[in-house]
């Protein structure tokens, strides 16, 4: 069980369902458990979802041209909905936090989207190095191949996360899609008690990554400065800012983040897809796959939808 994580009925509203994917692992009681920690903070329910995958479990099981006997999809779907129903026992959810249990046929990472979509999901908690398929060296974990395809925000956890966060770095690049997932990200940040009217000692910094120069840099922070005050959702919010000269953007972030040791570093993606993603990669891709702590990544969809301050 899980002490000193009171519902927050006030926020409520914000974050109602929290998607959970496990891969049933034994490291996946600690991303159960930092989902639970997230659900209960923002007095949310809890949508518990595994994909198993029938063509690593049966070799020449099919019929007509491949499909797969229905009573085996049943049996496997009962036997892994058994596995999750005992983790969440294991890890202290109790049966009022819990939505429902799901195990699903197909590849994780479309799943679980497909699910967060299907539940209306507010957010989906994944681990951040866990991966479920025989592709991962090649295509990126769980994590990675989630937040490319979400819609909602996406917590990738690494280790303990602390709820509500004491320090967090937003990384931002002073674009318009950027000031949207800034908002959306405290949006969240509020929601789980890291703002205003919650936890009071939850530091926030914009970190801006630029080219090196002191000139550069010092217009840079009067720009920053400008960005955070008119990207900040609700009143009360004290963000501060910070630059940092570099050529690289990832390698500054997590420079950054050894630095200072963020419980969260919150990012936003800029949609890319396809082979041009695969080619390229993106700066979310390379902090998540690099840090030592967690990641809040909001995308494109996530952050259009957050309410602009009035």
């Known amino acids: 069980m899980l002490a000193g994580l009171d519902r927050n009925p006030a926020l ?3 974050i109602r369902t929290v998607l959970i994917g496990t891969s049933l692992s034994d490291a996946s ?3 159960v458990l ?3 920690r997230l659900a209960r903070a923002a007095g949310a329910k809890i949508q518990l979802v595994h994909a198993f995958d029938l063509t690593m479990l049966y070799s020449g099981a099919t019929f007509g041209g491949g499909a797969y006997l229905p009573e085996m999809i049943d049996a496997e779907r009962h036997g892994w ?6 983790q969440a026992v294991r890890v202290g959810i109790e049966s009022g936090e819990l939505a429902g249990v799901q195990p699903l046929e197909g590849a994780p990472h479309r799943v679980l989207v497909a699910a967060a979509e299907e539940a209306g999901a507010d957010l989906i908690v994944v681990g951040a190095a866990e991966s479920w398929g025989s592709l991962s060296k090649l295509l990126g974990s769980t994590a990675d191949r989630v937040i490319r395809a979400a ?5 990738a956890t690494r280790g303990e996360l602390v709820v509500p966060p004491r320090r967090v770095v937003i990384a931002v690049d002073l674009s318009p899609a950027a000031g949207d997932a800034m908002r ?8 789980i008690g890291g703002g205003p ?3 009071p000692h939850t530091a926030v910094e914009a970190l801006l990554v630029t080219a090196a120069g002191q000139e550069i840099e010092r217009r840079a922070e009067d720009s920053l400065k400008s960005f955070v005050d008119s990207h900040s959702p609700d009143p009360g919010w004290h963000v501060t800012g910070r630059v940092r000269g570099g050529a690289v953007a990832h390698a500054e972030i997590l420079a950054r983040c050894r630095d200072a040791v963020p419980d969260l570093i919150v990012l936003g993606t800029h949609g890319r897809g396809g082979f041009e993603r695969f080619l390229i990669g993106s700066v979310s891709e390379s902090v998540l796959r690099h840090a030592q702590g967690s990641l809040l990544v909001i995308p494109p969809r996530a952050a259009a939808i957050a309410p602009r301050s009035t």
Not at 184 to 191: D, E, F, I, T, Y
């Open 12 to 14: 409520a509203s914000t």
């Open 29 to 31: 009681d600690e991303v």
């Open 34 to 36: 930092n989902g639970l």
């Open 81 to 86: 909905r058994q596995r999750l129903q005992e």
């Open 151 to 155: 819609t909602c925000p996406v917590v």
């Open 184 to 191: 959306c990200g405290l949006r969240v940040l509020a929601a």
């Open 197 to 199: 009217g919650g936890h």
